[in-house]
């Protein structure tokens, strides 16, 4: 049974920064593609960042330059860094897996971040 167990989440001001967390269980973490989404109320979930098996990565264009998305396969853990955050960052970030070969994603609960001005 895949699990993905998110943390990290918080209260911060703009400018601040804060590092999230998705713990993966359950599946060969090292041959699977991880994603971070956000869905702030009121609005669809989007992809925030996205790394496949070899670390090749990509951004939403928001995000680019501020967000950072790691990968540790002995941890079985992928990370979101964030920087700069802004008030409109604030949303409940999730964390996707994707095994390989796999047509099915595993998601998270979520993390809320919020981000004061």
């Known amino acids: 049974q895949v699990q993905l167990v998110e943390s990290g989440g918080g209260l911060v001001q703009a400018g601040g920064s804060l590092r999230l967390s998705c713990a993966v269980s359950g599946t060969i973490f090292r041959l699977n593609a991880m994603g971070w989404y956000r869905q702030a109320p009121g609005k669809q979930r989007e992809l925030v960042a996205h790394?496949?098996?070899?670390?090749?990565?990509n951004y939403a264009d928001s995000v680019k330059g501020r967000f950072t998305i790691s990968r540790d396969n002995a941890k079985n853990t992928v990370y979101l860094h964030m920087n700069s955050l802004k008030p409109e960052d604030t949303a409940v970030y999730l964390c996707?897996?994707?095994?390989?070969?796999?047509?099915?994603?595993?998601w998270g609960r979520g993390t809320q971040v919020t981000v004061s001005s």
């Open positions: 790394i496949t098996w070899d670390s090749s990565t």
């Open positions: 996707k897996s994707r095994p390989a070969g796999s047509p099915v994603d595993y």
